[in-house]
């Protein structure tokens, strides 16, 4: 079942949740640039999401990220926005004269990059429900949106994404940006499809951001059993399934088939990567002084998690262990990927 239109995204507060602990890293080389975040959201008290992540607005910065669940959804935000500003801010260098957020929750490009976005015009398509709410907090915290921002109302898994945007005057003769951020995992195997042909019907040299799951893990998700898993993990895990319990994740793509998936719709893949993995932290975590946002608290729940390994060999002796290679391609399958891709000429 999908979300009901008729309620608040909660995962879009999760992570704009995420974008507004992380912008208040000390470190301007490894801080999330989405200094609005947190005024979009306004009092935390009034988020409905019981969940570490959102709590930690209203702890200091130095207490919150001793959370590891915390820590989690800063560094994926931060590479997140640190990697869709630098796509928006080249496309835009390279010609792009619309922008279109997909499912833009807290999204606040058009707010914070109105100077990159001057000559462009910018769209903003979500659900009625969580666009009210963003509207009116846009309202509160923000005041008058910018002249060339449009809100488009819908739900595009039901209703015409082109022709509604058409009518509120997109045109799709000019080089378009497109930011599908966080979304591609709720949309059913065919909405994902019709959406990435949609785009890859551009002009050449327009493109798209995106990040997605691969369809093992969706597959793991819907056989989760509550009873297997780890005692430790439980409240995590049970955590997250209460996150997305009216957002269901549905979709992913092929295991390592992203280039050719993209390819039927005419989508050449510039870049992808699994957030959080080494090469993305290092490029987008990393502080002047070396260390990496969150370090502290990764370490500390990898010690724990080692030693709960250890434990259990131990109880249970001539247990399978899994190979290094064997362990990486699972870290590589289940993992959150991030990507780039243009319409090919
Ligand atoms: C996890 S949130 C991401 C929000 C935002 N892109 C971000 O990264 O901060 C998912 C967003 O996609 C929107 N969404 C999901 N399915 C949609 C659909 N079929 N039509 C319109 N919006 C949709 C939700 O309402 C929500 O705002």
Same mark, same amino acid.
Not at 32 to 36: A, E, F, V
Not at 43 to 47: H, R
Not at 169 to 173: F, L, M
């Given at each position: 079942m999908s979300q009901p239109s008729s309620k608040v995204s909660r995962t879009s507060i999760f992570v704009a949740a995420g974008r507004a602990v992380g912008a208040r890293e000390p470190d301007p080389v490894a801080r +999330?640039?989405? @200094? %609005?975040a947190e005024k979009l959201l306004g009092? $935390?008290? =009034? %988020?409905d999401v019981d969940h570490p992540a959102v709590r930690a607005l209203s702890l200091g910065y130095d207490q919150a990220m001793t959370d590891v669940e915390v820590v989690s959804n800063v560094r994926m935000m931060t590479i997140r926005t640190r990697f869709i500003d630098e796509g928006l801010a080249r496309a835009i260098a390279d010609g792009a004269t619309q922008v279109i957020v997909l499912g833009a929750g807290f999204d606040t490009h058009a707010y914070r990059c109105q100077e990159l976005l001057a000559q462009a015009r910018i769209f903003e398509v979500d659900r009625p429900a969580t666009q009210e709410l963003k509207k009116q907090r846009v309202h509160d915290?923000? !005041? =008058? #949106? $910018?002249? +060339?921002l449009t809100y488009v109302p819908i739900d595009f898994q039901h209703e015409d994404l082109p022709e509604v945007l058409r009518r509120h !005057? @997109?045109? #799709?003769?000019q080089r378009t940006f497109f930011i599908l951020e966080g979304v591609t995992m709720y949309l059913p195997e065919d909405a994902a499809r019709a959406t990435f042909r949609f785009v890859g019907?551009? $002009? #050449? !040299?327009s493109g798209i951001v995106f990040d997605f799951v691969y369809r093992a893990m969706i597959d793991r998700l819907a056989k989760i059993d509550m009873a297997n898993i780890p005692e430790a993990q439980k409240p995590f895990v049970q955590r997250f399934l209460d996150l997305i319990k009216?957002? #269901?994740w549905v979709f992913g793509l092929p295991e390592e088939g992203e280039r050719d998936f993209l390819r039927e719709f005419g989508l050449e893949l510039r870049e992808a990567f699994p957030v959080g993995g080494e090469e993305s932290s290092k490029r987008f975590l990393t502080k002047s002084d070396g260390t990496q946002v969150g370090a502290q608290a990764i370490a500390a729940a990898m010690a724990r998690m080692a030693a709960r390994a250890r434990e259990s060999a131990q109880a249970q002796p001539g247990g399978q262990q899994m190979s290094p290679e064997l362990m990486r391609r699972q870290q590589r399958v289940m993992g959150y990927q991030l990507a780039e891709a243009v319409v090919s000429g």
């Open positions: +999330n640039p989405d @200094y %609005l009092d $935390p008290k =009034t %988020l915290a923000v !005041g =008058t #949106p $910018p002249a +060339n !005057g @997109y045109d #799709p003769a019907a551009h $002009p #050449p !040299g009216d957002e #269901p």
